[in-house]
């Protein structure tokens, strides 16, 4: 898997932004959970599937707010269930990595680029 970094003009790499982004929703999620979601190997973190963090509607909710802080941290919306995101062969929801790395294709569909 190929794991792209963007680099913006005051030398903040996206990548490290999008991860804040992903890190603070989680944040956000384990204020409402009994157990919360680990956040240390973030990367790695597998959030749907077999071994996922997320049940349906609970990665739903989750996307959502990823959503809000990517259109609070870079000025523009994307769509995380979009049918793109959703009918990929390998889904950008196995983990936060990937999730990242779909986030940055759609950052960079729209205009944001490093």
């Known amino acids: 898997m190929i794991f792209l970094y963007f680099v913006l003009d005051g030398g903040i790499e ?18 409402t959970r009994a157990e919360a979601i680990p956040t240390d190997n973030v990367l790695d973190l597998c959030l749907y599937g077999d071994s996922g963090v997320f049940e349906s509607m609970y990665l739903v909710a989750f996307l959502s707010l990823v959503e809000e802080n990517i259109e609070d941290e870079f000025g523009t919306e994307i769509s995380l269930t979009s049918e793109k995101a959703v009918s990929r062969r390998v889904s950008p929801f196995s983990s936060v990595r990937r999730l990242i790395c779909f986030i940055e294709e759609e950052l960079e569909l729209v205009g944001v680029r490093g």
């Open 14 to 31: 996206v990548t490290e932004q999008i991860q804040s982004a992903v890190v603070s929703a989680l944040d956000e999620i384990n204020l």
